[in-house]
């Protein structure tokens, strides 16, 4: 089946770092791919997604590049804040007759940043 | 915005009981799916939903059973919960690509 693979467990950061999640995905086909966030004691929303080859997503300076020759969508931030602690979840879904189908989420990456 | 409550915020049940967990989306979404979150596992998909009547099942369904009675409402039961069924659960609705998700029920199984 459909799988997400993204860097595990937790990246601890100061301010002002680059940060980068890395992020592979196995599918059979050609999948939309999705970066979620979740911030202590809130659900997951959306940061930003894309749907084709080279299509790069961006939101709130972060950014990642469909890559389907690596099957890869890496997350990258030039200079992090403490703001951005968070977890970090790459996601991948087959849309299904124009409307939305159902997502399947890495595990996870929890990002500390310290001042 | 899309809006998306659940209720309770926090149960605690004992091995063998039985739960309700309510889930209401406000923004007229066709699509409702209930995740649990764990350390370890992220976010994995229970059962889903694309209307009233409809339950479609997810990665992980075994213990877990769904309901979705109107547009708005939707339920998962654990009807024998287990201690393996303790974990933060999360709704989420969509219209397309988006999952707007609510702000968890932590449920306790002791």
């Known amino acids: 089946g459909d799988s997400v693979t993204q860097t595990e467990g937790q990246v601890a950061l100061s301010e002002e770092d680059f940060l980068t999640i890395h992020c592979n995905y196995s599918a059979s086909g050609y999948p939309t791919l999705f970066w979620y966030v979740q911030y202590p004691g809130e659900g997951p929303q959306l940061l930003f997604r894309a749907s084709r080859d080279k299509e790069k997503g961006s939101s709130r300076g972060f950014e990642a590049t469909y890559d389907k020759g690596t099957t890869s969508f890496h997350l990258r931030k030039a200079s992090v804040q403490e703001s951005d602690s968070a977890v970090y979840y790459c996601?991948?879904?087959?849309?299904?007759?124009?409307?939305?189908?159902?997502?399947?989420f890495g595990k996870g990456t929890k990002l500390s940043v310290k001042s | 915005e899309a809006a998306v409550t659940q209720s309770p915020r926090n149960k605690v049940t004992v091995t063998g009981g039985n739960v309700t967990l309510s889930c209401r989306q406000t923004n007229s979404h066709n699509y409702m799916y209930w995740y649990r979150q764990d350390t370890g596992h992220g976010l994995r998909l229970i059962h889903y939903?694309?209307?009233?009547?409809?339950?479609q099942i997810g990665d992980v369904p075994d213990g877990y059973k769904a309901t979705r009675t109107t547009q708005e409402d939707f339920f998962l039961l654990l009807e024998l919960a287990s201690p393996s069924q303790t974990s933060l659960y999360f709704c989420?609705?969509?219209?397309?690509?988006?999952?707007?998700f609510g702000p968890g029920t932590r449920l306790t199984v002791l």
């Open positions: 996601a991948l879904s087959f849309n299904s007759g124009g409307s939305n189908a159902k997502l399947t």
């Open positions: 989420a609705s969509s219209a397309a690509y988006e999952q707007y």
């Open positions: 939903s694309y209307g009233a009547g409809n339950l």
